[in-house]
């Protein structure tokens, strides 16, 4: 349960963090190369990166370095599916540019979902801690 | 709620009569807070073997396919599997935050967000644990803190 939780969880960050860069890309671009069958690419893309994430993505690593590895590796997988899709969907050119912007655009969705995950904890922590002070005061 | 405290009669045993008109949550809780005060667990040091009370116990911790139980400053081998210290301690104080630790909720000074949707638990011993993503959830809980 909590793993189909985890990837509905990630889908929709990831969704997200999508349609915003392509909003941005948008603004740049015009509506050029962005298409209609676009908006079920970004899904179908979200729901691969999610399952990729909640696999590879570590969550039971104590020490700081072999986080941070594990963290490569798992953003690495997500640019060989983003590069590969992204090439397959024709959203980027099989050339240093296309990937190159790809590796960006992943980097950039990385750090959204990064960000927002961390918000969420934060709230979690801080209701936790005043759950934790209340239970303090009431065992006092 | 009337409390009445007798002293037994030499020779007889200690006990505990609850009246009550339903047995609720909190109850229940109680009624295993008591059994558990009575529990011990056996800690091994070496060739140093020690009777451990739940509540001096900050956390289990299962390595390499054996559990230690961490105290505020010793660290015990215990001969129960993880598994089976969750099912013990279940309606007390105790809760599963990652595969392989259980920690003394009780005992949590603070909770700080981590990278990776993970959360750091402070113990009053100074001593940090991991609180997996997957058993945030289940920690709220035990807090009292209903899920959204």
């Known amino acids: 349960m909590n793993f189909i939780k985890d990837i509905l969880k990630f889908f929709t960050f990831i969704t997200t963090g999508m349609v915003i860069l392509f909003i941005i890309i948008l603004l740049i671009h015009g509506d050029d190369g962005i298409y209609l069958s676009t908006l079920i690419e970004i899904p179908c893309m979200a729901l691969v990166t999610s399952v990729l994430t909640v696999l590879l993505y570590p969550s039971e690593v104590r020490s700081k370095a072999a986080y941070l590895v594990r963290v490569l590796v798992h953003y690495l997988a997500l640019c060989v599916v983003m590069v590969v899709c992204g090439i397959l969907f024709g959203w980027i050119d099989f050339n240093v540019q296309g990937i190159l912007f790809m590796v960006v655009s992943v980097a950039a969705i990385y750090g959204f979902t990064f960000g927002v ?8 922590a801080d209701a936790l801690n005043r759950a934790l002070k209340e239970k303090q005061n009431s065992q006092k | 709620m009337k409390i009445i ?42 060739s140093m073997l020690r009777q451990l009370l739940p509540k001096e116990i900050y956390y289990f911790e299962s390595v390499d396919n054996k559990v230690f139980a961490y105290c505020e400053q010793e660290v015990f081998e215990v001969k129960e599997k993880l598994y089976e210290i969750e099912a013990r301690f279940q309606q007390t104080d105790f809760l599963r935050i990652s595969k392989s630790v259980i920690v003394n909720v009780s005992l949590i000074e603070s909770i700080a967000p981590m990278l990776g949707s993970r959360l750091e638990a402070t113990m009053q011993n100074s001593e940090k ?5 997957q058993y945030v959830p289940e920690l709220k809980k035990k807090l009292g803190i209903a899920e959204r």
Do not use: F, M
Not at chain 2, 129 to 133: C, E, H, P
């Open chain 2, 129 to 133: 644990v991991i609180i997996s993503r």
């Open chain 1, 117 to 124: 995950a961390y918000l969420t904890s934060k709230n979690d």
């Open chain 2, 5 to 46: 405290i007798e002293t037994p009669n030499p020779g007889e045993e200690e006990e505990v009569i609850i009246r009550c008109q339903e047995l609720d949550d909190d109850l229940l809780r109680l009624i295993n807070q008591l059994k558990s005060g009575k529990a011990r667990i056996t800690g091994y040091q070496g």
